[in-house]
């Protein structure tokens, strides 16, 4: 039997939106959490791998590059099912921005790959933090990749991995040669949930630790002082206020429609 | 000495809880209302691999522990009562004795598809006038040529009657012994067995969603390879599953409670009454701080019984733990939804509010799988009383 084609997932640990969260410095829109997850949107992604390799012949791996506690982003995928895991940690990495993340992110593909080759990368359609959607483009820009971003639908065939993308005015069928860089979107499949079997089965899976070092990344080019866009100023968004009571005694419609106008609303 | 569960039994907490309150809480309400068995429902469920948790991998369970199935009927029963009781009875009723006492070709044809939750099967015991009290059973099975023949009726039989029951597996007589005692064996019958008639669901106090129906028997005929188990054991067999079954009622009687709990901390937060909210009155505190109690203390005795029967401890000790989870636990359970309801209010009388329902569906707690009476009865026996 043929040896099996590689997809690895990248995905991120993302603050859970029901938990408490603060921001974790002054200039920087980290945000910091006592619990966070796997991203909602990053769990497609891992489906979608799944499915594949239930078609037969693929090795599922996610990476996920954060914090220590960011270990329960891979440990959620392999209880899904995925087979390895992949967590690029270290300190210097703290506050890095999108191109810094993007720059590991590629030399930890392009390790993954020298390893055992990398015939797909997975990628959900943006962080439900950040939620900006550039690391799929920066990634395969660096690597040198062809990029297909969006897919509500994916299938492989031989080389080519066609993708469906659902727009406002249209539905467009792209095929790219593998290896690419594909984003999917949340209307690709429904997720499993994790299955007992799952989670013990998931206690005995490989997961690897890289360093920057490992990847051959010096810690100044990332982090929050390699950062691009410094944010100058963050600040908590002021608690809502009292609403306007509006006692209607006959003017109420005109009280109503001038404040409504007031507020730009109409 | 730990009392915490592994970290791989409160992962699969999470995701349990993730998936009753994303698939189960939000329709528990109208289920109810409309007595609605939500077959769609039981397929997801299998899905997520609960009714294999304690199955073998050959028939695609995860061979997981007890203590694993007391959580997912913990977490599922602390939305929606009905599923919990739909889940507990399906594995401790329906897989467990085809599991325990099956020939492999009874494993073979009945275990995967229930296994998968594609399938549900019950057990009939109870009869209109015997339940605990086996040598009352009157439905008789008696051998012609190559097949039992089986008349008589069934009472009060879980998951029976749905659009997926598979079978249902029945005591019956099948002979007298020496003493003049019944003979008692277990047969199981496949659904659409001619002469096999699922009667109309009750119209019960509670758990509206979980499927319920006496069953009748006129000249129903299932080849003689349909004996479960031993002829002649189909009693004592049938006790030797129920240690199991007892610990997990405990923890649907726990799902019950932690619910109460958290919706009543949750009201007497917000709920004000003259200007504060009415937790900031002792009154309504201390009953809040009693079903913090109730909860602690039931959580633990159930969690111990299923602890002990996954060390293997001999089975005097576990069915003692069980007896006494399982009084204590639904004793509370009861208790709790009355607080709750109390704690709620007038709106705790209407069915805007989950309280009421939990109230209704409490009650059975105290019931099924041997009543409160039958466990004291149980522990004053292990004690080494001459009880009756």
Partial sequence: MAEPRRVLVLVKYVPDAAGERSFADADSTTVRTTEGLLSELDEYAVEEALSLAESGGWEVTVATMGPEQAGAAIRKALQMGADAGIHISDEALHGTDALGTSAVLAAAVRKFSDEGGCDLLLCGMASTDAGMSVIPAMLAERLGLPQVSFASQLSVEGDTVRIRRDSETATETIESRLPAVVSVTDQINEPRYPSFKGIMAAKKKPVTTWSLADLGIEPAEVGLAASWSPVTEVSKRPPRGQGTIITDDGEGGVALAEFLAAEKFI | MSFALSEEHEAFRAVVREFAEAEIAPHAARWDREHHFPVEVVARMGELGLFGLTAPERFGGSGGDLASLCVAIEEIGRVDQSMGITLEAAVGLGINPILRFGTEAQQQRWLPDLVAGRALAGFGLTEPEAGSDAGATRTRAVLEAD?????????????????????????????????????????????????????????????????????????????????????????????????????????????????????????????????????TKQGVAFQVADLHVMLESSRLLTYRAAWLRDSGRPRAEVKQAAAVAKLHATTCAVSATRVATQVFGGYGFIEDYPVARFYRDAKILEIGEGTSEVQRVLIARGLGLPVE
Avoid at chain 2, 163 to 180: F, H, K, N, Q, Y
Avoid at chain 2, 239 to 256: F, Y
Wanted: aromatic content about 8%.
């Fill in chain 2, 147 to 279: 097949e039992w023949v089986i008349d008589g009726a069934k009472q009060f039989i879980t998951n029976s009657g749905s659009a997926i029951t598979s079978c249902v597996t029945i005591t019956a007589r099948t002979g007298e012994l020496p003493d003049a005692s019944p003979e008692i064996s277990a047969i199981i019958v496949p659904s659409g067995t001619p002469g096999f008639t699922v009667e109309p669901a009750y119209d019960k106090l509670g758990w509206h969603a979980s499927d319920t129906h006496p069953l009748t028997f006129a000249g129903a005929r299932v080849p003689v390879g349909n004996l479960l188990g031993e002829r002649g054991k189909g009693f004592s067999q049938f006790l030797a599953t129920l240690d199991d079954g007892r610990i997990a009622i405990a923890a649907l009687a726990v799902g019950a409670i932690a619910a109460c709990l958290e919706m009543s901390v949750r009201y007497a937060g917000e709920r004000v009454a003259f200007g504060v909210p009415i937790g």
